[in-house]
C-alpha cells in the first residue's frame, strides 16, 4: 500500500508567502496538491511547521509536525514516515509547491519503485527527491542521519537501494515534466497559473 506525503512546512522566502495558502483556481495551491494526489494514493500525510496556517483538507488527511526546526525536507520526510499507518509501507513524497503534478506520474514511480527502498526522478543529473517514493526502511536511516546533523537528503541515496529515474523515462506520463515544475517565485506562480488556465487574483 502506498501513502502520499505533502511537505509544506517551508519558510516560502523567494516566494513572499504561505505557499501551501496560495489561491490556485478555486482552491489553494495544498488543496489541490493533496486532491490530485488523493486520486492515486492513500493516506495522505501533510507536514507543517507548528502554528502554520493551513487550509481546509479532505477527512481522512493525516497533519503532523516537523520536530526539529530548520533541518530541511529530510526532517520532513521523517515525519512524514513516522506518521504512516503501519500497514503503508510506502509513500510519494512532494512538496506543497507542484500544482501541475501529474497522478499518471506519481502512479509511473509506484510501479518504477518495486524492488527499491526509494525512487527518485532525476534530470540533467539533478535528483528531485521531493518527487519520489520512500519506503518505510527509510526511517531510521532518516532519524540517525538527523542525529548525526547530516540534513542532506542525498545522504539517505547512498544508504538504501535507490532507483534513479530519467526525468525523460516520464514523458510518456508527463510530457512537458509538469510535476516537477515546483514554484519559487511570484514569476513562478503567475506562469503556473496561466498553464493551468487562471489569472491571479
Known sequence: MTGGI???GGLSTRMGTSKAMLPFGPET???RVVRLLDTVVSPIVIVAAEAQELPALP???ILTHDEREASGPLEGIRAGLAAL???VDAAYITSCDV???VPAFVQRMIELADGYDIALTEND???HPLSAIYRRAALPHAVALLAEDQRRVSNLFQRLRTRRVPASD???VDPELDTLRNLNTRE???AALAAAGYQPR
Request: charged share 15%; with cysteine; glycine share 8%.
Open 170 to 172: 516520464m514523458r510518456s
Open 125 to 127: 543529473g539533478f535528483a
Open 85 to 87: 499507518p503501519e500497514d
Open 6 to 8: 505533502v511537505l509544506c
Open 29 to 31: 495551491m495544498l488543496q
Open 59 to 61: 477527512a481522512g488527511v
Open 188 to 190: 513562478d506562480y503567475v
Open 99 to 101: 500544482p501541475l503534478l
